[in-house]
């Protein structure tokens, strides 16, 4: 399907061109981690990073609910990581972002699967005792051996305490018991999706931050955007129906970035190749990343 030329409006800015100058200083920095060769089903989330670049073009600068022109602040997409899957992939996504956290106040990864949670942040700090970890996912990611699957398990078996991790959105009939006492056992904390129907998502958000940013610890978010229903995400090969909504997750996606000690955000689950002629999966990722630049723009 052949798409209409996207009209033009001096008044009216594209988000995209908040990469069009760029800044190696930039608060804001983007990176594409296309992962895919360690899925547990096939996916072509490689193409990924490239189709939210390219989404961006569907939305303006301006947050009217928090009154934020994103133009005012600063930022710079640093390309993609070539080959990011494997040990030695995993290396070149350490090099990739070594320097991130000195010279950005947040990083945003477009993924690619879910493995680049693992790969990304334990290439953001060395020594991983003291950071916390806020995913949202259907999935507890604690499955064993390296795929999209085990990030989590990953980071823990790497030295990120459990009790520095809180899981919101965990979904009935997607987990087994077994990886569910793992979590248990490892004190991660669960805020599952069940509980959702009755707890705002600003009040979800506050009690996560508290968890794993306490005594100042920096954060890690995870944003799988499976953990949303599968209407909204038919890009999402493992989405469920009854997942939360797009505008809870773009929400907490404000909310995470808002506040300081979140230093790094990723954006994963979504192969683009499968998504709607609508692009409804691929539009709601490039919100997410306008929504955690809007919350970055308040501290």
Known sequence: MTSSPLPHDSKWARANTLFSQQSAHADFALVGVPANKTSISATNADQTPNAIREALKRYSTFSTSANVELAQGTYVDLGDVESPDGPEGISRVHSAVKSALTNHKLLVALGGDNSITYSVASGLWGDLSNIGLITFDAHHDLRDGQSNGSPVWNLIQAGLPGKNIVQIGIADFANSAEYSARAKENGITVIS???????????????????????????YVDLDVDVCDRSVVPACPAAMPGGISADELRQGAFLVAADSRVRAIDITEIDSSIDTNDQRTVRLAALLVLEAAAGLATR
């Open 193 to 219: 999706r069940a509980e959702l129907r009755t707890r705002s998502m600003a009040d979800v958000v506050a009690q996560a931050l508290d968890i794993a940013g306490a005594n100042g610890r920096e954060i």
